[in-house]
């Protein structure tokens, strides 16, 4: 079974979020189950500086503006196809943002060119390469199973979605550049509310679609979490799957994890206490009460508007913070406010650091979710990984991921977090507070934290159930 995936970022070669982890860890799980993978991303400019003896497959003499050429080339065990288009991504910045933190201009473009060349490789621009599935993440790469439609191109395609409130919209005046036949501008084509929607194409074209949790493919159904695309999902539950994500165990592996000062594994959770301190060390935190940590991006969704309103109040509790992440302005400045307002009991640091994040996970005593939907999350399945307590609201797949801490799930020795709902500050507050309760007993706190190590975040079980859709998609089932 060969697999095409398109996607926008990948780890270890660009990264800004948990897209990038999931398209970096599938791959190999995959693998196992006798399906390759050849992932197609862009070459950004951090991307061309990893690269090593590329080998040019295919050239495209105007691509969308400028000459471009696909790249072969592997790393860290992964087989990649490297769009190399100076003219769209050879740029300071992020993958979608300039230096000032705004949207670039032309991004449908850049991302059209990266899905006119998903669909290129699929009808055969590299040799004899065919893939017999193609896998694509996200709205950067879903208008390549738009470009498959009309072209003509019956090899099956899948698209995931990581959050759908992203969605790739954007004017109608770009249709006449993006190279579609004139009936692709339909409704049941890239039409989306009197523009063109690129997540949307996709979907509309997938031979399924599937999302990264099962109750986040429940959610999307309804006008609260559909994000004007419910009506679509419900008129395609024939070919809806959830899926849930998994973690990269090798990576994430907290008995042989070089960012931490100690490893330690479920039988030897006191080790954790050096990594503790020099959690404490790194934020400036003065040592007693629970250690509850957030590493997330700093906005709305997350949730982090309530819990930087419940700051004071936990903290007068008792509770110490450490936060990573970056957001919205305003968001982010009642954080950095919070931590002046409480020197030694909160620590933040803005901005994304890999290492630290991994020291987070294996020196804070719980991890707090707090998100208005979270399609999957990454970050309580770390939590659950390295023995710090996830403390979630019960939406999307922190719903599905995460057992809650209930006086029966306790007794029974099942429990491996904390759950609440709705989002509120009372809700948080209590649930924070309950994890001070359970902490406070150390033989229970212990427990939580073993039943979560003990909890299987690999992708192996994911991975067989990608492989069976796509060989029902191969044979014309896909149910």
């Not at 599937?210 to 559909?226: F, H, K, L, M």
Request: net charge neutral; hydrophobic share 45%.
């Amino acid at each position: 079974m060969r697999v095409l995936a398109v996607a926008s970022e990948m780890y270890p070669l660009v990264k800004t979020g948990g897209l990038a982890d999931v398209v970096g860890a599938l791959p190999a799980a995959l693998a196992a189950h006798g399906a390759t993978t050849r992932t197609l991303i862009p070459g950004y400019r951090a991307v061309m500086g990893k690269i090593a003896k590329p080998k040019p497959v295919h050239v495209w003499p105007d691509l969308f503006g400028g000459k471009a050429r696909l790249l072969a080339t592997q790393l860290a065990g992964l087989d990649l196809l490297v769009l190399d288009a100076p003219h769209l991504f050879d740029r300071p910045g992020s993958p979608y943002l300039d230096e000032m933190g705004h949207d670039f201009a032309d991004n449908w473009r850049r991302f059209a060119a990266l899905s006119r060349a998903g669909a290129d490789i699929a009808r055969g621009a590299v040799g004899d390469y065919l893939p017999d599935i193609v896998h694509v993440h996200d709205w950067q790469a879903a208008l390549t199973l738009a470009y498959m439609r009309y072209d003509g191109t019956r090899t099956p395609g899948v698209v995931t979605i990581h959050n759908l409130a992203f969605q790739g919209q954007f004017g109608n005046a770009i249709f006449l550049f993006l190279g579609l036949p004139p009936e692709a501008a339909g409704i049941d084509g890239v039409e989306y509310y009197g523009g063109v929607g690129f997540l949307k194409a996709g979907m509309m074209a997938a031979a399924a679609i599937t999302t990264v949790s099962p109750t986040y493919a429940q959610e999307i159904r309804t006008p609260e979490y559909g994000m004007g695309l419910d009506g679509l999902v419900n008129g395609r539950l024939d070919v809806l799957h959830g899926i849930v994500n998994g973690v990269d165990t090798a990576h994430w592996n907290p008995a042989a994890d070089e960012h931490l000062p100690a490893g330690y594994t479920a039988s030897t959770l006191k080790k954790r206490e050096k990594n503790r301190a020099a959690l404490e060390q790194r934020f400036g935190l003065t040592p007693g009460g629970l250690l509850v940590a957030i590493v997330s991006r700093l906005t709305w969704q997350k949730g982090m508007d309530v819990l930087a309103g419940a700051l004071d109040t936990l903290v007068n509790r008792g509770v110490r913070f450490c936060v990573l992440g970056s957001g919205e302005t305003m968001i982010e400045s009642a954080f950095l406010s919070a931590a002046g307002r409480h020197k030694g009991r909160i620590g933040v640091a803005t901005g994304y650091d890999e290492p630290l994040a991994h020291l987070i996970q294996g020196g804070a005593d719980a991890i707090l979710v707090p998100s208005r939907f979270e399609p999957c999350g990454l970050t309580q399945l770390y939590g659950l990984r390295y023995g710090c307590v996830p403390i979630v609201n019960r939406t999307g797949g922190l719903a599905d991921t995460i057992i809650d801490a209930n006086d029966a799930a306790v007794s029974a020795g099942v429990a491996t977090g904390l759950q609440f709902s709705p989002l509120t500050p009372t809700t948080l507050i209590d649930a924070v507070t309950r994890a001070q309760t359970l902490f406070a007993d150390e033989k229970a706190w212990a427990g939580l934290q073993k039943q979560g190590m003990k909890a299987d975040v690999s992708w192996d079980r994911s991975a067989r159930r990608y492989r069976a859709l796509y060989d029902q998609l191969v044979s014309g089932n896909p149910r």
